[in-house]
C-alpha cells in the first residue's frame, strides 16, 4: 500500500514514525521514574518536562524533515520528471544540476545519462535513417531489375491474390482490368495447373520450381510458367506465398506443333509407302533417310514443349484424387520414378481417358509404371472389360480436354510427349492403355535458388594505389592447403581451398575445394593429419591445372593465409609452369594476430579461434576448406581491431608486418 504513496509523503510519515516514537518513549521515561520517585508534588514536574521534550523532538523533526523535503525528496522527484521527460518526450536540453545541489553527483550522473541517451536516441535516429535509405535505394534497384527482367514476374500470395508485379506481366496479359494488387490470380489465368503444381509443392516441402503450361483466360492464350515456393527463412510450406514467371509461347508453340505435326505424317506415309516400293537402291537409302530422321526426332520430341519433373506418385495423386471427385476410384501401384512431363496436361489426358473408358463398361482401374530402358518409362492405365475400338479410342483423343483448352485435345497431349497410345491386353479379362514417358534427368548438385548481390559494390570507390584502400574495402580470397609434406621443394599440394571476403562478410556459394593430384604418393604421416589418400586424389587435376584455377579464383584479390609464406611457397614454385604470378597482396593471419594480441601469446589457427570464439567443426579440422574458413572468420573479425590499432590499410599493415617478421622465420 505504501508504494503507492509519493516519495515526499512517504518520507514524511518516516519523519512522522520518528516523532512518534521519540515522544513515546520521551514519556514512557518520565513515566518509569516517576513510578519510581513515588512522590506525587513531582507529577506537575515530570508533565512538564515531558511536554516541553515532545514538543522539542517534534520540532526538531518537523524542521529536519523540512530540509529533507527541501533538499533531498523534491529534488529527486524533479529528477526522476526531467529524466521521465526526456526517455519518453523529445526533450534533450541538459539537466539544471542546481536542483538537486546537495545530493552530490547524482544531478551530474542523471545529466549525464539523459545526454547519452540523447545522443543514443539520434544516432539510432541517424541509423535508422541511413538503413532506410539504404533500403530504398536497394528497393529501386530491384525494382529496376525486376522491370528489366524479360518475363513477366508476379508473386502471388497462399490465397492467390497478386502482391507484385512487373511491366512485362502487364504486356503479357494486356491491360487487363482484372491484373492489379491483391486481386485474385484466377481473374487473368486459369487455375487449374497452378493450384495443381502450388498443392504438390506445398505437400513435399520442396524448394524447387516447376515448370507448368497455363492459359490466359483472356483470348486463350499459351504461357509458359515457373512456380516456385516464396517462403520466408523458417516458414513451414503450408500457408507460403509463390512467384510465378510467365513468358507468351502461343506462337511459338503453334510453329513447333505444326512443324512437329508435318513430320509426323510425313513419316508416317513414308513407313506406310516403303513397303510397296520395289526393292532398290532407292529404297534402301529412303529407308535409311526415315529410320535416321525418326531415330534424331524422337530425341527431340519433348524438347519443345514446357514439361516439369514430377514423380509418377505425384502424378498418379493428383489423377485419382480427380477422378474420385467424379465417384470413379482408380488404384495406383506407383513408385518416386521421376518423369518429365506437362503434369496438367498428361492429368487431364488419362482423365478423359479414364472417364470415356469407364462410360464405356470398364472397371477396377489401376494405374500403374514400368521401366523400359534407361532413359524412358511405360505408363499402363489398366481396366477389366473390352479394349477401346480403333474409332472410338481416336474419337477419345479428339476431344477437347478443358474448356480452358478449347483446341488442345489428348491427342496434342501424346504429340507434345513424342508419344504414342498403345491398346494391350493385360491379364484375363483386362486391358491396358500404355504410352511411353521420358524420365527426367538427375537433378543438378548444389543450391537451386541462388542470389547473389552486394549493392554496396555499386558505390565502392577502391583507389588505384590498393596501398592506401581501407582494409574493409578490399576483396580477399582467403586459402589453405594440405600438402603430402612440409618441404616445400620436394612436397606437393595435395588439397587446396579458399573463400571470398568481400565487404567484410564472407560470401556463401564463391568457394574454391579441390584434390589435386600430386603426382606422389602421399606419406601415411599426412594422411594422418589431412586424411586424404592416394585413392581420393587419383582423378584429381594435376598440380598445374589446380593452381591455374586457383590463380583464376584469387585473380584481382589480396590473397590471406595462416602462414603464409608456406602455402605461398608451394605456389611460388609453381608459377613458370603454370605461366601465371601470384604477384597480388599477401596478408598473413599469424603476423595480423601477433600485432593484436603480441608476440608472446599462441598463433596457432586453434588458438587464434579459440580467443575469437571462432569453432571450427572437428570433422573440417586440417581439411583446407574447414581451415580457409576458419581462417576467413578470424581474418574478417580482425579487421576492425586493425583499423583500431591504427592500421587501416594495406601500407600501414605491410610496414608492422615487417616488424613481426621473426615471428614468421620462428614458426619456419
Known amino acids: 500500500m505504501l508504494t503507492r504513496l509519493s516519495l515526499r509523503l512517504r518520507i514524511f510519515l518516516f519523519f512522522a514514525l520518528i516523532a512518534l516514537g521519540g515522544s513515546a518513549l520521551v514519556i514512557a521515561g518520565l513515566t518509569i521514574g516517576y513510578l519510581r520517585l513515588g512522590e506525587a508534588h513531582a507529577l506537575n514536574s515530570f508533565v512538564i518536562a515531558g511536554a516541553v521534550a515532545v514538543f522539542a523532538i517534534g520540532g526538531l523533526t518537523t524542521w529536519i524533515w523540512v530540509l529533507f523535503d527541501e533538499h533531498v525528496a523534491r529534488p529527486v522527484e524533479r529528477l526522476a520528471a526531467d529524466l521521465r521527460a526526456r526517455a519518453h518526450s523529445d526533450v534533450d536540453q541538459a539537466i539544471d544540476p542546481a536542483v538537486a545541489r546537495y545530493l552530490g553527483d547524482l544531478a551530474p550522473a542523471a545529466d549525464a545519462v539523459a545526454a547519452n541517451l540523447t545522443e543514443t536516441r539520434n544516432a539510432m535516429a541517424l541509423a535508422v535513417g541511413r538503413e532506410t535509405a539504404r533500403l530504398t535505394t536497394e528497393k529501386t534497384r530491384l525494382e529496376t531489375l525486376l522491370a528489366e527482367v524479360p518475363d513477366g514476374v508476379m508473386f502471388c500470395t497462399p490465397h492467390h491474390t497478386i502482391a507484385l508485379y512487373n511491366g512485362h506481366t502487364r504486356d503479357i496479359l494486356g491491360e487487363s482490368d482484372a491484373l492489379g494488387l491483391g486481386r485474385p490470380v484466377s481473374g487473368l489465368l486459369r487455375m487449374g495447373p497452378i493450384l495443381q503444381a502450388y498443392d504438390r509443392l506445398t505437400a513435399s516441402g520442396s524448394d524447387e520450381g516447376t515448370d507448368i503450361l497455363v492459359t490466359t483466360k483472356a483470348g486463350a492464350r499459351l504461357l509458359e510458367a515457373r512456380l516456385r515456393l516464396l517462403r520466408l527463412e523458417g516458414q513451414e510450406t503450408e500457408g507460403a506465398g509463390y512467384a510465378l514467371t510467365l513468358r507468351d509461347v502461343t506462337a511459338d508453340l503453334q510453329v513447333q506443333a505444326e512443324r512437329a505435326y508435318l513430320l509426323n505424317h510425313l513419316l508416317e506415309r513414308l513407313e506406310g509407302t516403303l513397303p510397296a516400293l520395289p526393292e532398290s537402291e532407292e529404297k534402301s537409302t529412303l529407308a535409311a533417310l526415315v529410320a535416321e530422321t525418326a531415330t534424331r526426332k524422337a530425341k527431340t520430341d519433348t524438347k519443345w514443349w514446357p514439361m516439369e519433373a514430377l514423380t509418377a506418385e505425384d502424378l498418379g495423386a493428383g489423377l485419382a484424387a480427380r477422378l474420385e471427385r467424379k465417384g470413379v476410384p482408380l488404384a495406383c501401384d506407383l513408385g518416386m520414378t521421376r518423369l518429365r512431363c506437362d503434369g496438367f496436361a498428361m492429368t487431364r489426358m488419362l482423365e478423359r481417358l479414364a472417364l470415356d473408358w469407364t462410360n464405356a463398361g470398364a472397371k477396377t482401374l489401376t494405374l500403374t509404371i514400368a521401366s523400359e530402358g534407361a532413359d524412358t518409362a511405360v505408363l499402363s492405365l489398366e481396366a477389366e472389360g473390352a479394349a477401346p475400338a480403333g474409332a472410338q479410342l481416336d474419337g477419345w483423343l479428339a476431344t477437347p480436354l478443358s474448356p480452358g483448352l478449347s483446341g488442345f485435345a489428348a491427342s496434342d497431349v501424346l504429340l507434345s510427349h513424342g508419344t504414342r497410345l498403345t491398346v ?131 585473380e584481382g584479390a589480396v590473397l590471406v593465409a595462416h602462414n603464409a609464406p608456406f602455402d605461398m611457397s608451394f605456389l611460388r614454385r609453381r608459377e613458370a609452369e603454370i605461366g601465371k604470378r601470384f604477384d597480388q597482396p599477401i596478408l598473413d593471419t599469424v603476423l595480423c594476430s601477433a600485432i593484436l594480441y603480441g608476440q608472446s601469446a599462441e598463433h596457432t589457427l586453434d588458438a587464434l579461434c579459440d580467443r575469437l570464439h571462432i569453432r571450427i567443426p572437428e570433422a573440417a579440422r586440417h581439411t583446407a576448406i574447414g581451415d580457409a574458413i576458419g581462417t576467413a572468420e578470424a581474418f574478417r573479425k580482425m579487421i576492425p581491431m586493425l583499423e583500431a590499432a591504427d592500421l587501416p590499410n594495406l601500407e600501414a599493415l605491410i610496414k608492422a608486418f615487417d616488424r613481426h617478421s621473426r615471428l614468421i622465420e620462428h614458426l619456419n
Open 424 to 554: 494391350e491386353p493385360a491379364g484375363p479379362g483386362r486391358h491396358a492403355l500404355r504410352l511411353n514417358l521420358p524420365l527426367a534427368e538427375p537433378r543438378a548438385a548444389g543450391p537451386t535458388r541462388v542470389v547473389m548481390y552486394d549493392f554496396d559494390l555499386l558505390n565502392a570507390e577502391i583507389p588505384e594505389d590498393l596501398a592506401v584502400a581501407a582494409l574493409k574495402s578490399l576483396s580477399f580470397v582467403i586459402f589453405d592447403t594440405e600438402t603430402t609434406g612440409l618441404n616445400p621443394q620436394v612436397d606437393e599440394v595435395c588439397q587446396i581451398a579458399a573463400v571470398r571476403v568481400v565487404n567484410g562478410r564472407i560470401i556463401e556459394g564463391e568457394d574454391f575445394d579441390m584434390l589435386v593430384n600430386p603426382g606422389r604418393r602421399i606419406p601415411a604421416a599426412s594422411t594422418a593429419v589431412h586424411h586424404i589418400t592416394d585413392e581420393m586424389v587419383a582423378d584429381a587435376p594435376p598440380v598445374t591445372e589446380a593452381l591455374r584455377r586457383f590463380h583464376a579464383f584469387a
